[in-house]
């Protein structure tokens, strides 16, 4: 196993696992979890929009096909994590929070960027990328079912 595939699927799983089960989190709207939604100011059905994003997010991200779902499912986890930083600083927040949601914002991108060839939606630029009139063109990669 190469190690761009150890750390595509080391990051991915503890991603995953920790916004799922703080998704259900939210949408079992545990006692503490409304206590933390409370204290940053958000309203309660926040904690149902963000908890089915999250969940919805999980398997976007790991049911296989589905390439552009899964790019909008990095994105939504980056701005949802890195919402969660500021609004945490916000807050005033103990630095371990911060760190936290840090944490997964950066696994977020460790696992878009090491994300095989099969889930890739395609290549923006690339020394191959044929132009039309000067400007690139988006191309889809070949797909391959290696993982």
């Known amino acids: 196993m190469t190690i761009k595939k150890v750390a595509y699927w080391t990051s991915t799983a503890i ?51 589905f390439t552009r779902l899964k790019e909008w499912a990095y994105a939504g986890v980056f701005f949802n994590m890195t919402g969660a930083v500021i609004s945490h600083l916000v807050c005033g927040d103990p630095a371990w929070r911060v760190i936290v949601a840090l944490s997964f914002a950066v696994l977020a991108v460790i696992s878009w960027g090491m994300r095989p060839e099969s889930r890739i939606l395609g290549t923006l630029l690339s020394a191959t990328t044929p132009s039309l009139n000067g400007l690139p063109m988006v191309t889809s990669s070949p797909r391959h079912s290696s993982y």
């Not at 920790?18 to 100011?41: C, K, M, P, R, Y």
């Open 15 to 65: 991603l995953t696992l920790g916004l799922f089960t703080g998704g259900l989190s939210q949408l079992a709207n545990q006692q503490d979890t409304v206590a933390a939604i409370e204290h940053l100011g958000y309203p309660l059905y926040f904690m149902s929009i963000i908890g089915t994003w999250k969940v919805l997010a999980v398997v976007a991200l790991l049911v296989p096909g």
